[in-house]
């Protein structure tokens, strides 16, 4: 995430308020840019919606979109400690920055469009965004619900700013 901040003159009679403004400016910016890291169990947290986070996580690669997967450690959160990953460009939902160069070529050998699947460890950075009410029904073995990625399935979408690393991994946790 690119953050910037422009200082501009505070006029008045006190120079105590402009300091106070600088120092209120600088504290927000920094609140603003600051990366969140998260545990994978984390991914449904509602008190993580829009907030810029890092996280290490195994991802589930298929035709239909990638998945993060739910780790042992999650235990009793299990069903709700995924989310699907998304780029800027496809839009749902919008952010403010592109995904860094390089970063979808790291998960490209990963990418099942014809079919199967693979598993990748993923080591990212991105904006974290939680459906507050979630809602999914299951008719005829097929899930569809409110939330994000395909038919609406997950609660939460990760969308990716930066891929730092990717590397096959076992599917079990």
């Known amino acids: 995430m690119q953050c910037a901040l422009r200082l501009t003159t505070v006029r ?5 308020l402009k300091l106070i403004c600088v120092l209120f400016l600088l504290t927000a910016l920094r609140q ?12 449904d947290t509602r008190s993580l919606d829009h ?61 099942r469009l014809r079919g199967g699947s693979s598993v990748a460890c993923v080591s990212l950075e991105g904006q974290l965004f939680v459906v507050k009410r979630f809602r999914s029904t299951r008719v005829g ?3 569809s619900g409110n939330g994000f990625g ?18 096959p991994c076992d599917p079990s946790p």
């Open 141 to 143: 073995g097929v899930f």
């Open 32 to 43: 603003a840019c600051a990366l969140t890291p998260i545990s994978p169990c984390d991914l």
């Open 51 to 111: 907030r810029h986070v890092a996280v290490s996580v195994r991802v589930l690669f298929t035709m239909n979109g990638a998945w993060t997967l739910p780790e042992a450690s999650c235990r009793g959160r299990e069903a709700r400690a995924f989310a699907a990953l998304a780029f800027p460009q496809d839009g749902n939902p919008v952010v403010d920055f592109r995904t860094e160069p390089g970063s979808e070529e790291k998960l490209k050998p990963y990418y």
């Open 12 to 16: 008045g009679p006190s120079t105590m």
């Open 150 to 167: 395909e038919g609406g399935r997950a609660r939460s979408a990760l969308v990716v700013q930066r891929v730092v690393s990717a590397s």
